[in-house]
């Protein structure tokens, strides 16, 4: 291809990841484990690593003679299946190849990431969907604040630490009755709900509430290698900066020609999967239990 951009095509791959990380919602919410070039030959299977536990041993203060006792960190992985190969092929005209890299960027990498974006989007909402639903939890539309109360309460008897960042996210009638709510029984003076960060989403039910550390759920990307006889590529992950916003991500950028149509292409794409992931609770004796769907709550208001 004839753009300038193409002499630094690492750069096009990076604005394509940042662009993507922009238009997350759900998926910016959860923890990710992104890396650049998928290691060919491994097969499919990431090992996401649970934080290993180790014991604290106590000896008298004066205590000379007795032996320290030494332990073994014992290392957990759960492991998660990259089932998709999340991309996006354009082809591009004659006009495409006269553009700036500004223009390339808001013409074609920006729908290009878009669709990407959303079809993360779409597994992010169907793996918080697919949280069993609680049970024991009443909601009223007047006083909804309560449930996430409730909420709060079960995450704390799953074994999730007080320090832990709470998230919920909502849907639109359960937004709408916290915004509508009397003061004390909707959003706080902060922003939140009983200490949630919520955050409103069309892809969950509208009556629908998942409370949730981010730990409880993780995206995991690999953006596949660049072929050996592509013209120009790149496999990136996006660098995180304090001063940007957006979630890091992980993508490949080919730009190469296409002879049987005589017109340049643009594929991005990445091997991406979200999956629920169990809530590890230290049980301080060096050993870690873990405990399914133990870090989200699942509110179905409607039920």
Do not use: C, W
Request: overall charge negative.
């Amino acid at each position: 291809m004839a753009n300038t951009f193409n002499l630094d095509i690492n750069h096009v791959a990076v604005i394509a990841a940042k662009l993507v990380g922009k238009d997350f919602n759900l998926a910016s919410l959860i923890s990710r484990d992104v890396e650049a070039e998928f290691a060919p030959g491994k097969g499919n299977k990431v090992r996401v690593p649970v934080p290993a536990a180790i014991p604290t041993r106590t000896r008298g203060v004066y205590d000379k003679a007795t032996a320290l006792v030494a332990d073994e960190l014992s290392e957990q992985f759960i492991e998660v299946t990259l089932a998709d190969h999340i991309y996006n092929l354009a082809i591009l005209s004659e006009g495409d190849l006269s553009l700036s890299l500004k223009d390339y960027a808001s013409q074609v990498l920006a729908p290009q990431t878009r669709a990407i974006a959303a079809k993360v989007e779409a597994l992010t909402a169907a793996t918080m969907t697919a949280t069993p639903a609680a049970t024991g939890i009443t909601y009223a539309a007047a006083t909804p604040a309560k449930a996430f109360t409730a909420a709060r309460r079960m995450l704390r008897g799953n074994g999730v630490p007080g320090d832990a960042i709470l998230r919920a996210a909502v849907g639109s009638s359960v937004y709408a009755d916290l915004l509508d709510a009397p003061v004390g029984q909707g959003f706080d003076a902060d922003g939140k709900v009983r200490g949630f960060e919520v955050i409103e989403s069309t892809r969950l039910d509208a009556e629908d509430i998942v409370a949730f550390i981010p730990q409880a759920f993780t995206l995991v990307a690999r953006a596949p290698m660049v072929p050996q006889g592509a013209a120009y590529g790149a496999s990136i992950v996006t660098p995180v900066l304090d001063d940007e916003n957006g979630a890091q991500f992980a993508v490949r950028v080919v730009n190469d020609y296409d002879s049987s149509v005589a017109a340049d292409r643009s594929l991005v794409g990445t091997f991406a999967a979200v999956q629920a992931m169990p809530l590890p609770v230290d049980n301080e004796d060096g050993t870690v239990d873990l405990v399914e769907h133990g870090g989200a709550v699942r509110i179905a208001t409607g039920a």
